[in-house]
């Protein structure tokens, strides 16, 4: 890959304006008509054996309660989100805990270390779109007769060589509104056998209304189109004044913990409309090409989590790893670039100290957006927003 030379960190990047990229992509009008080019298929969303779910987390709390994983153990990954871990505590699962190192890699020996008698499944996280070594440890379950779950939260739209994530082993879990402009939505796919199809309720269609008008307010503005986004927002208030609320309203995506009194809410029927209209091809390269700009300017200023961008690979976000987390965020926010937080919080029953590379991940990653409502030209400017922070890192 060309190396991009990294500029002086001390001289000023090429323009003071503010840069203007958000943390995830946005809705546009042209994604709630319908199609006329025929539809992409990609996996999950062709497969026989996949249900739909208000959140990822519902599917695997259903998953375990279909294999009857109550009581049995679960080896699983020190590093994690926390509601993947909540979902399968909540359905009577005992889980393991294998390292993850600094640089978010799985060794496979040090599962079979672990695996005991009482052990009945992996459970793997793909991290950012990348995939863990699936292969292998699809092979050691398969000779160890143990279930594997792969967790494609952060990897949708994503594959090794010409298989995609998630068909390595016996169930997989995704999430949309990660990398799609989605409301909510997850999947469960059932490699193997037929899903248990557990009742579900729908949730309030208010919910995904006030999503797609804030949606697309962000993305009239980003475009410059003022009027239409003050139209709609004023539009917006007077449909919230002249519906009832309901229950599910306060159900946030952004939610950091499972809740078993959603567990059974069901995605949003416009999800699938909006699934039907995605370009998938198009989202996974233009994610491709601002990962590759990010780490082509940035791999010489910041140790890169990830040194190369594999083939296949649809990546979430960039990583960037710095000493502390709430100056930078708090400066590139100033600047515009809406970087997140990614997974700082310990768990309760895995507190810091037993894995310290984790604790170190969990110390210095910063989300970085490389989604593809974001240009070349920004993504080049956030390279150079980091550059400016270089005091804070």
Known sequence: MHQTPVPDARAQSSTDAPCSAGALPALSPAMLLPRLSPVERWFPFDHSGVTYHYFARNGIYDLARQWNLEGKEVLFPAYFHGVELDALLAAGVRPSFFPVDDRMRVDSKEIVARIGPDTRAVYLIHYLGFPGPVREIAEICRERKLLLIEDCALALLSRLDDQPLGTFGDAAAFCFYKTLPVPNGGALVL??????????????????????????????????NSLAASLLRTATKVARTLTTRTAAERVDVGSQNFDLTDANLAMSSVVHVLLRNQRYSEVVER??????????????????????????????????QVRDKQPVLEFLSSRGVEAVNFWSRNHRILPEGRFPEVDHLRRSIVELPCHQDISPETTIQITEEVYRSQHLL
Not at 295 to 315: A, E, I, Q, S, W
């Open 191 to 224: 490699l193997k056998g037929e899903a248990s199809h557990f009742p579900k309720v729908a949730p309030s269609l208010r919910t995904s209304l006030s999503y797609i008008s804030a949606s697309l307010v962000t993305q009239f503005q980003s475009c410059g």
């Open 287 to 320: 994610r491709r090409r601002n990962f590759s700009i990010l780490l082509d300017r940035l791999r010489k200023f910041t140790r890169p989590v990830f040194d190369r961008l594999p083939d296949g690979v649809c990546p979430l976000f960039y990583p960037l």
